[in-house]
C-alpha cells in the first residue's frame, strides 16, 4: 500500500471499490466513492473514511484470501465427511453388534462384564438343580485364597457358555453359570433356562432330574406346573421313608453288634 496519494487520483478499497482520493486523516483517508451510471458517467458519493486505500484494485491479495477460505472449506468438508463415514462405520458395528446379541444372550453378558454390571450368577447343575448368589459367592475363593476362574467358552454354531473353574488358574472340574445384573434378573435368567431344561429332561424321561430342578425352582419363586409340584412332594416323602428305613437298618445292625459284644462279654473265661 502507497500511502502518497493526490486529489482526485483513483483509489481502492480493501474489497476492491472505487473512490476519487481526497485527503489522509488521522484515522485513514477521505474518499468520495465512484458510482457507475447510467449514462456511463462516474458519479460521485458523499466523502467516507476508509482506513486503507490501495492505488491498483487488491485482487491478487484477494484472490488468496479467498484461495486460503476455499482450502479451510475443503479441508472442513473432508474432515466432515471422515466423521459421516466413521459415524457411518460405528452404527454399523454397532447394528452388527446387537444382532449377534439378539442371537446369542452370551455375547451381550461379555460387554456386561467388561463393564462391571454383571452382580449374579445361577450356577447350573443339570441334575441337582441351581443355585442363585452374588459372584462372590457364587465364585468364591480356591484353596489359595484366590477367586476362582470364570471364563467363556466358544462351541459349534455360535454357541457359547460361561463356566467357573475350580480353581483361580482354571484348572479342575467346570461348572457352567448363567450371567445376570441384579438378583431379580438372574431370577428370570434361571427361569428361562428351567423352563427350556424341564422341557428337554421331560422328553428324554429323565424323572430324577426334572424333580430337582423343580426343587431349585420352588426355592426361588419360579412358577412350577401342579404336577411338578405334586412329583416333588412325592419325592420328599418317599426321601423320608427311605431315610427312616437306612436309619431303622443302621439301628438293627449296630442292635445286633451291641448284642453280640455283651454276648462274647458274658461268656466265662476257659480255665
Same mark, same amino acid.
Given at each position: ?9 483513483? &483509489?481502492?478499497?480493501?474489497? %476492491? ?20 451510471? $447510467? ?8 466523502v467516507k ?12 491479495? +484477494?484472490? %488468496? ?17 471422515? @466423521? ?9 458395528? @454397532? ?11 452370551? @455375547?451381550?453378558?461379555?460387554? =456386561?462384564?467388561?463393564? /462391571?454390571?454383571?452382580?449374579? =450368577? &445361577? ?5 441337582? /438343580? ?15 485364597k484366590e477367586?476362582? @476362574? ?7 454354531k ?19 453359570v +448363567?450371567?445376570?445384573?441384579s ?11 428351567y ?20 426343587k ?10 401342579? $404336577? ?7 419325592? $420328599? ?14 439301628? $438293627?445292625?449296630?442292635?445286633q453288634?451291641? !448284642?453280640?459284644?455283651?454276648? !462274647? ?7
Open positions: 500500500m502507497n500511502n502518497q496519494f493526490e486529489a482526485g487520483q483513483t &483509489v481502492y478499497s480493501i474489497h %476492491g471499490e472505487s473512490a476519487s482520493f481526497v485527503a489522509q486523516t488521522s484515522s485513514g483517508y477521505a474518499v468520495e466513492p465512484i458510482y457507475e451510471h $447510467e449514462d456511463g458517467e462516474p458519479h460521485y458519493g458523499p473514511s476508509w482506513p486503507e486505500v490501495y492505488a491498483e484494485p487488491p485482487v491478487a491479495k +484477494l484472490h %488468496g484470501k479467498v484461495q486460503e477460505l476455499e482450502a479451510r472449506i475443503n479441508e472442513r468438508r473432508k474432515e466432515l465427511n471422515d @466423521l459421516s463415514s466413521e459415524k457411518r462405520t460405528m452404527e454399523s458395528d @454397532l447394528a452388527s453388534m446387537r444382532k449377534r446379541h439378539e442371537e446369542n444372550d452370551q @455375547l451381550r453378558n461379555l460387554d =456386561l462384564w467388561i463393564s /462391571g454390571a454383571v452382580t449374579h =450368577l &445361577v450356577k447350573i447343575d443339570h441334575y441337582s /438343580g441351581f443355585l442363585i448368589g452374588t459372584v462372590e459367592s457364587i465364585l468364591g475363593y480356591d484353596s489359595d477367586m476362582r @476362574l470364570l471364563s467363556i467358552y466358544g462351541g459349534t455360535n454357541h457359547y457358555r460361561w463356566k467357573m473353574a475350580a480353581y483361580s488358574d482354571g484348572s479342575g472340574s467346570n461348572t457352567e +448363567l450371567l445376570a445384573t438378583e431379580e434378573e438372574a431370577r428370570q435368567v434361571a427361569a428361562k433356562w423352563a427350556k431344561e424341564v422341557a428337554a429332561r421331560g422328553r428324554n424321561n429323565q424323572d430324577h432330574a426334572v424333580i430337582s430342578l423343580a431349585s425352582a420352588m426355592k426361588y419363586g419360579i412358577p412350577v406346573s401342579d $404336577e411338578l409340584r405334586e412329583k416333588v412332594a412325592n419325592s $420328599e416323602v418317599e426321601g423320608r421313608k427311605r431315610t427312616i428305613e437306612s436309619a431303622q437298618k443302621e439301628f $438293627e445292625r449296630a442292635k453288634r451291641l !448284642d453280640a459284644a455283651v454276648a !462274647d462279654a458274658s461268656v466265662p473265661a476257659t480255665p
